[in-house]
């Protein structure tokens, strides 16, 4: 039988390409996505609710899981951690969700060497220009951070050659159509039918020699 488990998807792009947006947008138009839910020993944000923003852990519990290998990945950032619990992630491939995490190409990578049946899709603007102008437009930043950004960016496109997709987020919409078409067609892989594979090889061996 043709393997039925969910994809892990791992989405990466520059800030101000729309990732996000891409991202909500796809899990609001189709119904087989699941949003993987980071862990995190920061304190909850107003409005911030434990199990949908994110999972809230004290550090101690957070390093419990490291040991006991329960993260797919974690960083560290202004003395918080930061990771991605792999039972909820292995929980919602196993019901046959799609899981779509976020992350940046490090991470990314790293993900790629443990789940190599894992899709990595890079979202990206139409131009550099582009790019500019909706960090521009966004208005709450300013002109030295966006030239951060756009600093930043160069070095976030090293690595880019080693995802399975780019998409371009031109226009919303088209994108993530292309997205799901993507992702969809992505279960097809033989990679990810190993079994099914060998099953129909094996019965056509049997069939050919007339057993």
């Known amino acids: 039988m043709k393997n039925n488990k969910g994809i892990l998807v791992v989405v990466s792009g520059f800030s101000g390409a729309g990732k996000g947006t891409v991202m909500k947008q796809l899990l609001q138009t189709y119904d087989n996505y699941a949003l993987s839910i ?49 039972a909820y992630v292995e929980q919602q491939l196993d019901a046959g969700k799609d899981v779509i995490l976020e992350i940046e190409i490090q991470g990314a990578l790293k993900i790629k060497e443990k789940f190599k ?27 030295e951070v966006i030239h ?14 080693n995802y399975d997709y780019i998409v371009i987020n031109d226009d919303l919409k088209e994108c993530v159509k292309e997205l799901h ?22 019965d056509l061996k049997h069939l050919s020699k007339g057993e």
């Open 181 to 202: 078409t993507i992702i969809r067609t992505a279960h097809n892989a033989p990679l990810r039918n190993k079994d099914f594979i060998q099953t129909i090889r094996k």
């Open 38 to 86: 980071s862990m995190a020993t920061r304190e909850p944000r107003p409005g911030e609710v434990d199990g949908r923003d994110y999972f809230f852990v004290t550090r101690e519990r957070f390093e419990e899981q490291i040991k006991e290998g329960g993260l797919i990945e974690y960083a560290k950032y202004c003395n918080n951690y930061y990771g991605t619990p792999k």
């Open 148 to 161: 951060q950004r756009l600093a930043r960016a160069d070095e976030e496109a090293e690595g880019i050659e």
């Open 117 to 143: 049946t894992a899709l990595l899709v890079y979202v990206m603007p139409p131009s550099v220009a582009e790019l500019e102008k909706r960090l521009v437009g966004r208005g709450t930043e300013t002109a």
